[in-house]
């Protein structure tokens, strides 16, 4: 079942043309993820997704009553507003919810509704921002580069994390990540973005196309091989004995 699908959308930002032509769907369950450079428009992209853009030319569709949750990319809360962090998951409060104690419980934070936002910690405050996306149990989740400024363990757990949500919520999920080695092993398919679709398909088939070898290099298919063998054991950060390990041993 397709949840949401994008045809022919050019966004055009100030008489600059961020997106041309773009075309793309996301099925029931799946994880999709954007990878492009930096200002190859993955945030345009999803922005015009949620409604946040208006596109200059093209369409997005969207199954009746789709409910999305949105972690953006970026988001500044002023240092001197006192707001806690069941105040922050409150709003805006519509319709059914999730409990929050127990969405905070399942992205991994206890405790923590009455400290305030401005003092988490990284790592904390994107949980925070996803426990707030889920809590209206999403069909499609939706995150722009959410793992930025985390380190690169934070980034594991978090990704795990997302993972263990989709298997929880049954919702699909489209994200935007530079982390290519751990995102490519973890998504059924990848979209490559650079103002219009590059190329698209399996992780593996993305990876050896020649547009994604020119934006990124080949240095992905080791680690891609390396998370994969992570991946299938028990071990969770134990991947620094397996570098021989070829992305043909596991496709
Ligand atoms: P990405 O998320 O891939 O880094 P963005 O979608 O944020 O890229 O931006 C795509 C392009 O559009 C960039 O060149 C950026 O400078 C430009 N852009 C983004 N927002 C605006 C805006 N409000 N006005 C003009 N140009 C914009
Ligand atoms: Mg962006």
Known sequence: MTLLSVENLTVKLGGHTALANVSMSISKGEIVTIVGPNGSGKSTLLCA???????????VTKAPA???????????????????????????????????????AMVGLHHLEDQQMTTLS???????????????????????????GLDQLGSATFYRLIETLRTKL??????????????????????CLNGHICCH????????????????????????????????HSHDHDTCDHTHHKGEDHV
């Open 49 to 59: 997704i949620v409604g946040a853009i208006k596109p200059t030319k093209g369409k």
């Open 122 to 148: 990284g790592g904390q405050f994107q949980r925070v921002m996803l426990a707030r996306a889920i809590l209206h149990k999403p069909d499609l989740l939706i995150l722009d580069e959410a793992t930025q």
């Open 66 to 104: 789709l409910r999305i949750g949105y972690v953006p990319q970026r988001l500044h809360i002023d240092a001197t507003l006192p707001m806690t962090v069941a105040r922050f998951m409150r709003l805006p409060y519509r319709g059914r919810a999730l409990n929050i104690t127990a969405t905070l």
């Open 201 to 232: 398909g399996t992780p593996e088939v993305v990876a050896s196309t020649p547009e994604y070898r020119a934006l990124f290099g080949t240095g992905t298919q080791g680690a891609l091989a390396l998370y994969r063998h992570d991946h299938n």
């Open 170 to 191: 049954g919702c699909a999920i489209l994200m935007v990540s530079h982390e290519l080695h751990v995102v490519m092993s973890a998504s059924d398919r990848v979209i």
